[in-house]
């Protein structure tokens, strides 16, 4: 028989606002909520990451070191934040100089099952549900597909 280490699922080191909701089993740690923060089952929000108020992240969900997501944001369930672009042709190996940061504005909606690499979403976007975000985002606006490309602006 093998040796084998199990680690609990848990909540620890987390700065929160008032009103916050997470959801059991979630890990969750050493990060920061604002006020009225929801986070849904299956979630995983690493050390450093910062959540802006009234922002609802759905079930299973990671949300990488070195992300900021601004308030008034929806993230759909399964939604993936990369910080590893695999710049040398494989994964960085803990070697977080090589990781990137991703800023998420205010009044994002990410859809169900999107992938954000390592950019900057302005405020005011909607990202389309399976949608691979590899480029900022610097105009309001809907935007879908992999890679995700501007649609049209808000009627």
Same mark, same amino acid.
């Given at each position: 028989?093998? $040796?084998?280490?199990?680690?609990?699922?848990?909540?620890?080191?987390?700065?929160?606002?008032?009103?916050?909701?997470?959801?059991?089993?979630? !890990?969750?740690?050493?990060?920061?909520?604002?006020? !009225?923060?929801?986070?849904?089952?299956?979630?995983?929000?690493?050390?450093? /990451?910062?959540? %802006?108020?009234?922002?609802?992240?759905?079930?299973?969900?990671?949300?990488?070191?070195?992300?900021?997501?601004? $308030?008034?944001?929806?993230?759909?369930?399964? /939604?993936?934040?990369? !910080?590893?672009?695999?710049?040398?042709?494989?994964?960085?190996?803990? $070697?977080?100089?090589?990781?990137?940061?991703?800023?998420? %504005? !205010?009044? /994002?909606?990410?859809?169900?099952?999107?992938?954000?690499?390592?950019?900057?979403?302005?405020?005011? /976007?909607?990202?389309?549900?399976?949608?691979?975000?590899?480029?900022?985002?610097?105009?309001?606006?809907?935007?879908? %597909?992999?890679?995700?490309?501007?649609?049209?602006?808000?009627?």
């Amino acid at each position: 028989m093998t $040796d084998i280490e199990l680690y609990e699922t848990m909540v620890r080191d987390v700065r929160a606002g008032h009103n916050v909701k997470i959801i059991e089993p979630a !890990n969750v740690y050493e990060c920061d909520l604002s006020d !009225n923060v929801f986070i849904g089952p299956f979630c995983e929000i690493q050390r450093g /990451v910062a959540i %802006g108020a009234r922002t609802r992240v759905q079930s299973h969900s990671f949300i990488c070191e070195m992300v900021s997501i601004g $308030d008034d944001c929806f993230v759909g369930h399964g /939604v993936m934040f990369v !910080n590893d672009r695999f710049a040398d042709g494989g994964p960085a190996r803990g $070697d977080v100089t090589k990781w990137e940061s991703t800023a998420i %504005g !205010n009044r /994002v909606s990410i859809g169900s099952n999107a992938t954000i690499m390592p950019v900057s979403i302005c405020d005011d /976007v909607v990202v389309g549900a399976g949608s691979v975000v590899t480029k900022s985002i610097s105009k309001p606006g809907i935007y879908a %597909g992999n890679p995700a490309r501007y649609l049209r602006s808000f009627k």
